[in-house]
């Protein structure tokens, strides 16, 4: 059974990038007798807006797409995500960090910090609060969790982590992508599993998702190929499959930059109300 999924987040317009990934993995799962899902991924409280998401369903349908309902939505799924952040939390795998941004920037411009170094999340987290003194025997349920990646490492000895990519990474990276579990604490660090006030966060969500939904193949833009690396660890320390990745080109604007939900002026909106067709879109974006 090959399941594709589209999963965008409710906080602004799609644009042509989008298009690209919703088209992709509708005709990837078209041309392999499989299923398109919808997932809207709304964990965002204060940036998801229900108007956004109205036009995500406008916009698709618009486009051509169609997909089973319901429609998955990860606000109904915070249950399932604590449950998980709980068993990292029993096997001592979180810490609670109580950092804000500016105290990562200090700690990080301390002269013996040398050069900050970045992951797919930005700047990698120095370790303040790390290891943790362990105050709190529950979970607590409205600070931020970061995982210990050194200890998540360590629970792993001597299994492989890897992907099959059916697209290119950034470096055109394709086929089998071998994830050498140490380099995950040079290039990602502590990463972030719950955010303050959120209860989870998109690794934790998307990989809990993509595997509730049984989903098999996922088509998405380059821009997350170091982030797949998280989720396949993460997947691994579940005990959730890992879907096939098929990471694509971005769409750029005329200036190489890519698309962001600020560009409006992308927006698939934006070309319908000019009078634009599905395929016109689907001519703009090379499909
Ligand atoms: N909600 C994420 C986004 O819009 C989904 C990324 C993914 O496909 O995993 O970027």
Known sequence: MHVERFAPS????????HAYSALTAWQRA???GGTFLLRIEDIDRTRARPEWEAQIYDDLNWLGISWPEPVM?????LPVYRKALQTLWDCGLLFEC???RRDIEAAIAAPHEGEPVFGPDGVIYPGTCRPPPRTQRTLPDRTALRLNMTRAIAT??????????????????????????DTLEQTCGDIILARRNMGTSYH?????????QNVTHVARGQDLFEATKIHVLLQNLLDLPTPIYHHHRLIRDETGKRLAKRDDARAIAKYRADGA???????????
């Open 10 to 17: 409710p906080t602004g317009p799609l644009h042509l990038g």
């Open 30 to 32: 078209r041309a392999n």
């Open 73 to 77: 939505r990860q606000s109904d799924r």
């Open 98 to 100: 109580t950092c804000t």
């Open 156 to 181: 792993l000895p001597g299994t492989p982590l890897s992907f099959f990519e059916t697209g290119a990474g950034p470096c055109g990276d394709t086929g089998e992508i071998r994830v050498p579990p």
């Open 204 to 212: 934790l969500s998307v990989v809990l998702d993509d595997a509730a």
């Open 277 to 287: 067709s599905p395929d016109d879109i689907r001519t703009m974006i090379g499909l």
